[in-house]
């Protein structure tokens, strides 16, 4: 009889903790998609930044600059193929945005900071200040 309740006991502890297990699994799990979904938003709400301060540069024209601020997220920006607008790309996500002028991409790299000027009439965008 002590044998068979101590079997019974050890059966409902190692269902108790294989329920654990599968529960910490699955909240890994969420919490690894929350982190995705909240990386593709903010590089999108980045890249949107980064165009309308490109497009901002464009209209006012031969020396304008402006600084961003970014995340800290490392991602790439390129140039579309007619170079009037920019994508970024981290991992799976990718953001595009259309600009009003042409833009060219010195670095493409960016993580902290995004510099863009206009220089004869070009609209300049890199990682690095303008010297």
């Not at 599968?22 to 982190?35: C, E, F, H, N, R």
Request: glycine fraction near 4%; charged fraction near 15%.
């Amino acid at each position: 009889m002590k044998a068979q309740i101590t079997i019974e006991s050890l059966l409902i502890a190692a269902i108790g903790i294989s329920l654990l297990i599968i529960a910490a699994v699955a909240v890994s799990k969420l919490s690894s998609a929350q982190y995705s979904i909240h990386q593709n938003s903010l590089i999108k709400n980045q890249l949107l930044q980064i165009a309308q301060s490109a497009d901002e540069i464009c209209v006012l024209g031969e020396g304008n600059s402006r600084t961003i601020l970014l995340s800290g997220y490392g991602f790439r920006i390129e140039a579309t193929a007619n170079s009037k607008g920019i994508i970024a790309k981290k991992n799976e996500t990718v953001a595009v945005a259309n600009l009003l002028c042409p833009i060219e991409i010195l670095e493409s790299d960016f993580s902290s900071h995004a510099y863009l000027w206009n220089e004869n009439y070009n609209v300049i965008l890199s990682s690095q200040p303008p010297t």
